[in-house]
């Protein structure tokens, strides 16, 4: 098992709790910031490693930010599981780069996430702005502590 600070169930908790408070303070100010990469990465670690329980608090983790950001429920839970099984396995075979990988998985979810809110809703430019800016927050916080 690779040693990862997502591996171990405490922290990812810490974290779900951290973009809950972070979330609803953020949704105040009209500034959405999400952590959903963050939390995706945790997604994945936990269903490789098949922690499940910890899959549970991730999974409703998701789901506060989905009713908090306007999406349908459990959309971003199956995003997440259909990348993971379906997507994720091709775009590891291409990026042979183990230490880019996070990154791209990262790009990847947001890229689908900004489709799958584009689905219901009109896309504007603070949008794209707050996806940029939510990318960015989530490639230094993968780059500084995972």
Same mark, same amino acid.
């Given at each position: 098992m690779h040693k990862s600070i997502l591996n171990i169930p405490i922290i990812i908790f810490f974290i779900c709790i951290a973009a809950v408070l972070i979330n609803i303070l953020s949704s105040i100010y009209f500034i959405s910031i999400m952590f959903i990469g963050i939390i995706?990465?945790?997604f994945e670690q936990s269903l490789k490693n098949k922690q499940y329980y910890t899959l549970?608090?991730?999974v409703l983790t998701f789901l506060f930010l989905e009713v908090n950001m306007g999406f349908k429920p459990f959309? $971003?839970? !199956?995003?997440?599981?259909f990348s993971h099984s379906f997507i994720l396995?091709?775009?590891i075979r291409v990026v042979s780069f183990s230490n880019v990988s996070n990154y791209v998985h990262i790009l990847w979810f947001y890229a689908s996430? $900004?489709? !799958?809110?584009s689905l219901g809703n009109d896309i504007s430019f603070s949008l794209i702005f707050s996806i940029f800016i939510n990318i960015i927050i989530d490639f230094i916080i993968v780059g500084l502590f995972i």
């Amino acid at each position: 098992m690779h040693k990862s600070i997502l591996n171990i169930p405490i922290i990812i908790f810490f974290i779900c709790i951290a973009a809950v408070l972070i979330n609803i303070l953020s949704s105040i100010y009209f500034i959405s910031i999400m952590f959903i990469g963050i939390i995706f990465l945790s997604f994945e670690q936990s269903l490789k490693n098949k922690q499940y329980y910890t899959l549970g608090i991730l999974v409703l983790t998701f789901l506060f930010l989905e009713v908090n950001m306007g999406f349908k429920p459990f959309s $971003l839970s !199956l995003l997440a599981f259909f990348s993971h099984s379906f997507i994720l396995p091709n775009l590891i075979r291409v990026v042979s780069f183990s230490n880019v990988s996070n990154y791209v998985h990262i790009l990847w979810f947001y890229a689908s996430a $900004l489709v !799958l809110f584009s689905l219901g809703n009109d896309i504007s430019f603070s949008l794209i702005f707050s996806i940029f800016i939510n990318i960015i927050i989530d490639f230094i916080i993968v780059g500084l502590f995972i």
